[in-house]
């Protein structure tokens, strides 16, 4: 049974940092791509980076772009999300996915929320200006 663990999240001001924590357990990273999500109420869940856990290709969404840094250590089983810069914009419940196949000559995991095969339960960020 495939198991997503977040956390990590909290309250912050804004220019603060946070780090995110994704243990996986039972997951057998058939597909590669691993990812953060996040959704803010009345909004719909979108796409924050992901990464190829076969060959650390990492994308992400131009909104987090030189803030956020996602990693993988494949050794213990854990993506992060760090999160530095953080604005009001950001607070939302991040949540950690994985399972879906990479695109391209470059192997890039593009963020889709309809592709991921398992999630995490979600953890709260919230940013206050």
């Known amino acids: 049974q495939v198991q997503l663990v977040e956390s990590g999240g909290g309250s912050v001001q804004a220019g603060g940092s946070l780090r995110l924590s994704c243990a996986a357990s039972?997951?057998?990273?058939?597909?590669?791509?691993m990812g953060w999500f996040r959704q803010a109420p009345g909004k719909e869940r979108e796409g924050v980076a992901s990464?190829?856990?076969?060959?650390?290709?990492?994308y992400y969404a131009d909104s987090v772009k030189g803030r956020f840094t996602i990693s993988h250590d494949s050794a213990k089983k854990t993506l992060i999300l760090q999160m530095n810069s953080l604005k009001p914009e950001d607070t939302a419940m991040y949540y950690c996915?994985?399972?879906?196949?990479?695109?391209?000559?470059?192997?890039?995991?593009?963020?889709?929320?309809?592709?991921?095969?398992?999630w995490g339960q979600g953890t709260q960020v919230t940013v206050s200006s």
């Open positions: 039972g997951y057998t990273y058939s597909r590669n791509c």
């Open positions: 990464i190829y856990t076969g060959g650390g290709v990492t």
């Open positions: 996915a994985a399972d879906w196949w990479a695109v391209g000559s470059d192997g890039t995991c593009y963020p889709d929320p309809g592709s991921p095969n398992y």
